[in-house]
T-cell receptor
Framework: DAGVIQSPRHEVTEMGQEVTLRCKPISGHNSLFWYRQTMMRGLELLIYFNNNVPIDDSGMPEDRFSAKMPNASFSTLKIQPSEPRDSAVYFC?????????????FGPGTRLTVL | AQSVTQPDIHITVSEGASLELRCNYSYGATPYLFWYVQSPGQGLQLLLKYFSGDTLVQGIKGFEAEFKRSQSSFNLRKPSVHWSDAAEYFCAVGASGGYNKLIFGAGTRLAVHP
């Protein structure tokens, strides 16, 4: 199993540009999570999908952020327009179910730098 | 609301020494507790978890953790640290919300001296 795949691994962009981060969950997993990790705020859950449907987006910081999951094997997190304070590592995770004992498997992350 | 506190931001130990990383949680009911490890440039990997039963749980890579309800703690331990254990360690608690939502602590960065 290839695990959770994220692309790109690193992204450097200029303020105001659109950024799209991509995630491929583990095959067969029906839950997908997007997290943001910063020094100031630690690891924060941005949005949670179950069976491709957004269930909890209370962590999405503002309207500049949007996430989609068009099918079970692909999700995107888009920032438009990007700002320097969006610089962070963004992780995608997936799990086989929604019970508390269903382990979340994390991807390697995308390090985003907004200049 | 649920929360997790990891009091130590950085810890340095010598290779071969024992290790204890502290974690305190706030949760009204029986907590579900986790420890994850993040190696440099990698995603998080689950080390161990506690749901119920025996309060001493064993995990991967020789780690163990002990749940102490009276102290609201779930400290991670390893009897002899290896240089490859240098990483960041996160404690997490399962949060209410109807799904496997996790609340993470701020993390403890472990450095290992040869």
């Amino acid at each position: 199993d290839a695990g959770v795949i994220q692309s790109p691994r690193h992204e450097v962009t200029e303020m105001g540009q659109e950024v799209t981060l991509r995630c491929k969950p583990i095959s067969g997993h029906n839950s997908l999570f997007w997290y943001r990790q910063t020094m100031m705020r630690g690891l924060e859950l941005l949005i949670y999908f179950n069976n491709n449907v957004p269930i909890d987006d209370s962590g999405m910081p503002e309207d500049r952020f949007s996430a989609k999951m068009p099918n079970a094997s692909f999700s995107t997190l888009k920032i438009q327009p990007s700002e320097p304070r969006d610089s962070a590592v963004y992780f995608c995770a997936s799990s086989l179910g929604t019970r508390v004992y269903n382990e979340q498997f994390f991807g390697p992350g995308t390090r985003l730098t907004v200049l | 609301a649920q929360s997790v506190t990891q009091p130590d931001i950085h810890i340095t130990v010598s290779e071969g020494a024992s290790l204890e990383l502290r974690c305190n949680y706030s949760y009204g009911a029986t907590p579900y507790l986790f420890w994850y490890v993040q190696s440099p440039g990698q995603g998080l990997q689950l080390l161990l978890k506690y749901f119920s039963g025996d309060t001493l749980v064993q995990g991967i890579k020789g780690f163990e953790a002990e749940f102490k309800r009276s102290q609201s703690s779930f400290n991670l331990r390893k009897p002899s640290v290896h240089w490859s254990d240098a990483a960041e360690y996160f404690c997490a608690v399962g949060a209410s919300g109807g799904y496997n939502k996790l609340i993470f602590g701020a993390g403890t960065r472990l450095a290992v001296h040869p």
